[in-house]
């Protein structure tokens, strides 16, 4: 049976802004890499709600919530980005021991954004934040339900529609073209995850193939992030 597209809209903001206040109050009280990185999952699917929303809603507070939200994702990238190398440093460094100093760098790097990020996510006003996503929430609940499915799943079509053109793009010898990709295709993923309740008999299965195509273009943008560190 599927859903409404409001009851969609306010159970998909319901699930993700109490997901994003538990883990940014945990990672609060305590610290750590898995903490951040929660955090960060949490902020970039609430995030995704707001990117969906504004295309059926718009209004200004989506805007400022949504910069709220970037501006913390911008505040962990750097330490995630230096983690993901010292995770792939490490499998290696037996292999290769002159990869030692680039190690040692990459650990100088890693305390200073640990401290950074500690900082950040301890300055976050959520009070602010939990007051405009009240608001919106309000005005979700005033929409006509008439023509609202309609909206999103032509939100959705269009998502996909972009990330059609960017994969006919892409070229293996410019990375650029595949993170492109990447990006459309992370919006449309977000975008199926939060309006599935509204379509009949979604294989949920394909919620595991569309992570494992989306990491598999992440571990290439991992790597390009990597060589780049290297030089």
Same mark, same amino acid.
């Given at each position: 049976?599927?859903?409404?597209?409001?009851?969609?809209?306010?159970?998909?903001?319901?699930?993700?802004?109490?997901?994003?206040?538990?883990?940014?109050?945990?990672?609060?009280?305590?610290?750590?890499?898995?903490?951040?990185?929660?955090?960060?999952? %949490? *902020?970039?699917?609430?995030? $995704?709600?707001?990117?969906? !929303?504004?295309?059926?809603?718009?209004?200004? /507070?989506?805007?400022? &919530?949504?910069?709220?939200?970037?501006?913390?994702?911008?505040?962990?990238?750097?330490?995630?980005?230096?983690?993901?190398?010292?995770?792939?440093?490490?499998?290696?460094?037996?292999?290769?021991?002159?990869?030692?100093?680039?190690?040692?760098?990459?650990?100088?790097?890693?305390?200073?954004?640990?401290?950074?990020?500690?900082?950040?996510?301890?300055?976050?006003?959520?009070?602010?934040?939990?007051?405009?996503?009240?608001?919106?929430?309000?005005?979700?609940?005033?929409?006509?339900?008439?023509?609202?499915?309609?909206?999103?799943?032509? %939100? *959705?079509?269009?998502?996909? $529609?972009?990330?059609?053109? !960017?994969?006919?793009?892409?070229?293996?010898? /410019?990375?650029?073209? &595949?993170?492109?990709?990447?990006?459309?295709?992370?919006?449309?993923?977000?975008?199926?995850?939060?309006?599935?309740?509204?379509?009949?008999?979604?294989?949920?299965?394909?919620?595991?193939?569309?992570?494992?195509?989306?990491?598999?273009?992440?571990?290439?943008?991992?790597?390009?992030?990597?060589?780049?560190?290297?030089?």
């Amino acid at each position: 049976m599927t859903m409404d597209a409001k009851t969609v809209l306010l159970d998909s903001l319901d699930v993700r802004w109490k997901k994003y206040r538990s883990e940014l109050k945990l990672c609060r009280a305590e610290f750590s890499e898995e903490a951040v990185h929660d955090v960060r999952v %949490a *902020a970039r699917r609430l995030l $995704a709600f707001f990117d969906l !929303l504004r295309s059926v809603l718009p209004h200004a /507070r989506i805007q400022k &919530i949504r910069r709220a939200l970037k501006d913390q994702l911008d505040e962990l990238d750097d330490l995630r980005d230096t983690q993901v190398l010292l995770v792939d440093i490490s499998e290696y460094i037996h292999e290769v021991p002159d990869l030692e100093v680039f190690r040692e760098y990459l650990e100088k790097k890693e305390r200073k954004f640990l401290r950074a990020a500690r900082k950040a996510v301890t300055s976050h006003k959520a009070g602010d934040l939990s007051e405009r996503v009240e608001k919106m929430r309000a005005m979700i609940a005033e929409q006509p339900e008439e023509g609202l499915k309609e909206q999103l799943l032509t %939100a *959705a079509d269009e998502a996909y $529609a972009r990330v059609i053109r !960017l994969y006919h793009a892409v070229d293996a010898e /410019r990375v650029a073209t &595949i993170h492109k990709l990447r990006i459309a295709f992370k919006r449309f993923r977000y975008t199926i995850e939060i309006i599935h309740p509204m379509l009949e008999d979604f294989p949920h299965e394909n919620f595991e193939r569309m992570h494992t195509y989306q990491s598999m273009m992440g571990d290439i943008q991992d790597m390009e992030v990597a060589l780049e560190g290297l030089a």
